[in-house]
């Protein structure tokens, strides 16, 4: 054992005494679930919600990472929903990128978010949605369109 090893007990022990804040998510996140709606006036909303290993809702607040693909295969990020807007009507968007093909999220305190697409102009776009859990995991999300044109 080197001089740098800090065992599970010591850092509990820390903790305890407000000694040590700890820097990791303290729930285990396993899974994301993704209900997606029909459109409904021009908006379809995606409906989120972080799980621990046995499958129950975590209570805490996340950092998720969601892209969008051209396709069911998830390998080519889209540039095409240019028309649709992206919003969190649960949860707020922390940071976009490439013309909101790249979005991170942050949850509520319960775990879930809630994500709007509008589509402004009438078009027929569609993309799949992959999110990026904390612990690195991929989840393929579902498709999001085509919108009505």
């Known amino acids: 054992m080197s001089e740098f090893d800090y065992t599970y007990e010591e850092r509990q022990r820390d903790v305890n005494a407000g000694l040590y804040v700890p820097f990791y998510i303290e729930t285990p996140v396993e899974d994301l ?5 029909a459109e409904v006036g021009e908006v379809i909303t995606a409906t989120c919600q972080v799980v621990d290993p046995g499958g129950d809702d975590i ?7 969601m892209i969008l693909f051209t396709d069911a295969n998830y390998d080519t990020v889209s540039a095409a929903m240019t028309s649709v807007t992206v919003a969190a009507t649960t949860g707020m968007i922390l940071h976009s990128n490439t013309a909101d093909a790249d979005i991170d999220f942050s949850t509520d305190d ?12 009438g078009g027929t776009q569609t993309a799949w949605l992959g999110f990026i859990l904390p612990n690195g995991k991929f989840v393929e999300g579902g498709q999001v369109g085509p919108f009505a044109a």
């Open 33 to 37: 679930t993704v209900s997606i709606s």
């Open 59 to 65: 209570e805490e607040r996340m950092k998720v990472r």
């Open 110 to 121: 319960l775990g879930a978010l809630v994500i709007t697409f509008t589509d402004a102009a």
